[in-house]
């Protein structure tokens, strides 16, 4: 199994609460050198986050702000920049990910969401850590010896149901080389998607061998191999 989110996150998290006043804020913020704080409620649960982009809004103007985000449909921004606490500042609700939640799902919700980092929630919906971009690129320490033994023990006798024997794996610095044959080009692109998938690899070249395409294979008629 892959790292979680668990595994990698912040557990030291600097937060403010929902009543913390503007100025408060910006001086963590210029203390602390932290881009963003989770917003907590006075349970001490994630109700949003307050970040730079938000504080700004404030530094831009409100005045010079409203006929723009007025126009644009942004009332929302307009509402910020007037905006003198983190409960009025932030913004809600905030884009978090669970600590059992694979490292793999945070990077895909970074990238997607165009968040830098993740507060980490439980199932109460209670802060538990943050994870960045940062966090993330830690499993790419993963040292060469456990991605091959991976690569061999799980993927290619576990998953693939292949001889781990018939392969020459070799891995340096994260580019797995993979020499062998398998039975055609599917399965050469299956396996491959798999390694590249895997944790702490950077990089794959191929060696890998294979038939060329009998006609029912040359119309698209190839199934991908059952994995268990």
Do not use: C, W
């Not at 109700?47 to 644009?72: C, M």
């Amino acid at each position: 199994m892959g790292s979680r989110v668990k595994d990698v996150m912040t557990t030291d998290v600097v937060s403010v609460p929902e009543s913390a006043e503007y100025k408060d804020i910006v001086s963590v913020v210029r203390e602390l050198r932290v881009s963003a704080f989770p917003v907590l409620d006075a349970s001490g649960h994630l109700v949003g986050v307050v970040s730079e982009a938000d504080l700004l809004l404030k530094e831009a103007g409100q005045e010079a702000l409203g006929g723009s985000l007025i126009s644009s449909g942004r009332r929302g921004e307009q509402a910020k920049a007037a905006g003198v606490t983190a409960a009025e500042l932030m913004t809600s609700p905030a884009v978090t990910i669970g600590p059992e939640d694979s490292v793999a799902d945070a990077a895909r919700r970074m990238h997607d969401r165009h968040v830098k980092r993740l507060p980490v929630v439980d199932q109460a919906g209670r802060l538990v850590g943050i994870v960045s971009r940062v966090d993330l690129l830690s499993v790419f320490d993963r040292p060469d010896s456990e991605i091959r033994a991976t690569v061999r023990k799980d993927i290619i006798a576990r998953d693939f149901a292949l001889d781990p024997d018939s392969f020459d794996v070799q891995v340096a610095s994260g580019i797995v080389t993979i020499t062998g044959q398998v039975e055609n080009q599917a399965v050469a692109q299956h396996l491959l998607g798999a390694l590249r998938h895997a944790e702490g690899v950077v990089g794959v070249r191929s060696r890998l061998r294979f038939a060329p395409p009998g006609p029912s294979e040359a119309l698209g008629y190839l199934r991908p191999p059952q994995h268990r």
